[in-house]
């Protein structure tokens, strides 16, 4: 890790002119933002950091969140969550409804949309203020008190989130979401529309890379072993239908979002957050994919 800092700007300026694809365009508010943005922070379980380019810009982190509340819902209801969600890849589209209708309901995995609005209805009901506390949860293992849901990209979410309003109506038509439609669909979109930067989102993500135990506190956000299970479902549901071709060309436990961020970790050394807007055809950041690329196969170091 000694010239990590070094690896990192090489890294970055090689793949920096290569902008390909395009951002999501499906939530309007997104497509606003500038193309050529492209940042990344790697924090190392000691609480080194490293970091270059846009990694002080806040940025929508939309699905990458899902492993957030995914975490706070096994935190507090442990086991008992995979009752009403599964733990296998999908090898579908993020908004896919078609295996709902074979499976009664039960969504692949939580990283999907249909797995994550599951998981936004047993916070709601396990949650007094779902918003409030999800929101709270969030700040303290990012250590940040300013990060905030965006209304903006929330409405915009709403007004055309047709598939997911689909997707909600399905699940419920299976019984598969306790609470009231709208009320579960309004945590979700706010869900997606937290914006972070680089350094919130490694910090965020360090209690993965480091057994369960935030790596800036020492306090511990979950149990070892659903730390695991976590990493395991990130590294085979993350990237939706190019989940085996980031573990083949990566290798390490990762999540993705349509705002162009990813963040992943390496077990037991860092935790690290690239963010690049524009996308490849599965929905993931193209320049974010090919940075991690490079950078794991320049350190030699993945989980495999
Ligand atoms: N893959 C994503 O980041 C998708 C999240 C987005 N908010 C949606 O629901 O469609």
Redesign the pocket.
């Known amino acids: 890790m000694e010239d990590c800092q070094s690896i990192i700007e090489e890294i970055y300026n090689v793949v920096k002119g290569d902008n390909k694809g395009d951002v ?1 365009s ?2 309007p508010e997104l497509s606003t933002i500038d193309v050529n943005k492209f940042g990344v922070c790697l924090r190392t379980t000691e609480g080194k950091q490293f970091a270059y380019g846009d990694f002080k810009t806040s940025f929508s982190i ?3 969140a899902k492993v957030l509340s995914l975490s706070l819902a096994y935190s507090i209801l442990g086991e008992q969550i995979f009752r009403r969600v599964g733990v296998e890849p999908s090898g579908a589209a ?2 896919s409804l078609s295996q709902l209708e074979t499976e009664n309901g039960i969504p692949r995995n939580p990283l999907i ?1 249909s797995g994550a609005i599951v998981i936004c209805d047993i916070l709601c009901s396990a949650l007094k203020n779902p918003k409030r506390e999800l929101l709270e949860f969030i700040r303290s293992i990012a250590n940040s008190k300013t990060i905030a849901y965006c209304p903006k990209i929330a409405t915009s ?1 709403k007004e055309t ?1 047709f ?2 309003y689909a997707l909600i109506n399905y699940l419920k038509s299976f019984g598969n979401i306790e609470n009231d439609v709208d009320t579960v669909i309004e945590l ?2 706010h869900l ?1 529309s937290i914006k972070m930067n680089c350094v919130e989102l490694s910090i965020a993500f360090g209690y993965l890379s480091n057994k369960g135990i935030q790596a800036t506190t020492d306090k511990r956000i979950l149990p070892e072993s659903g730390t695991k299970r976590i990493n395991a479902i990130m590294n085979l549901c993350g990237f ?1 239908d190019e989940a085996g071709e980031f573990a083949y060309k990566v290798g390490l436990p990762g999540k ?4 162009g961020g990813i963040a992943a970790i390496l077990p037991e050394n860092y935790s690290v957050a690239i963010w690049s807007p524009k996308l490849n055809e599965k ?1 993931n950041s193209y320049r974010g994919m090919k940075f991690l690329e490079l950078f794991t196969s320049e350190t030699q170091d993945t989980i495999f």
Do not use: P
């Open positions: 999501a499906y939530i939309q699905s990458i993020f908004n949309n979410e989130g598939r997911n979700y979109f997606c939706y993705s979002g349509v705002g929905g």
